[in-house]
Nanobody, 121 residues
Framework: VQLQASGGGLVQAGGSLRLSCAASGTIFSINNMGWYRQAPGKQRDLVADITSGGSTNVADSVKGRFTISRDNAKNTVYLQMNSLKPEDTAVYYC????????????????WGQGTLVTVSS
């Protein structure tokens, strides 16, 4: 199973970006999918996550500006980021709790490779 994140880049404050993360491989289902971010010298924090049923949880720091969504048919999660601020600058990682079968059924968290978002002032 692999998660491939894309959509990061350089944007001016007040601008928007849309991140995508697609899961591929031998997947039966994906429970929670989410986005985390890590700024230089800081820990990795949850930005937002979403259940397979569409219930969302969004960090207070981005509430009202960021929206998480997913397409279950495509095993893809999105993060629409509006009104970006310099403090949103970080490497953004996607994660998914994937249920699959190898020699037995397992549910395991997989991480994407990270995509850099830089917001200039």
């Amino acid at each position: 199973v692999q998660l491939q994140a894309s959509g990061g880049g350089l944007v001016q404050a007040g601008g928007s970006l849309r991140l995508s993360c697609a899961a591929s491989g031998t997947i039966f289902s994906i429970n929670n999918m989410g986005w985390y971010r890590q700024a230089p010298g800081k820990q990795r924090d949850l930005v937002a996550d979403i259940t397979s049923g569409g219930s969302t949880n969004v960090a207070d720091s981005v509430k009202g500006r960021f929206t998480i969504s997913r397409d279950n048919a495509k095993n893809t999660v999105y993060l629409q980021m509006n009104s970006l601020k310099p403090e949103d600058t970080a490497v953004y990682y996607c994660a998914g709790d994937v249920r699959s079968y190898s020699t037995s059924w397992i549910t395991r968290r997989y991480w994407g490779q990270g995509t850099l978002v830089t917001v200039s002032s």
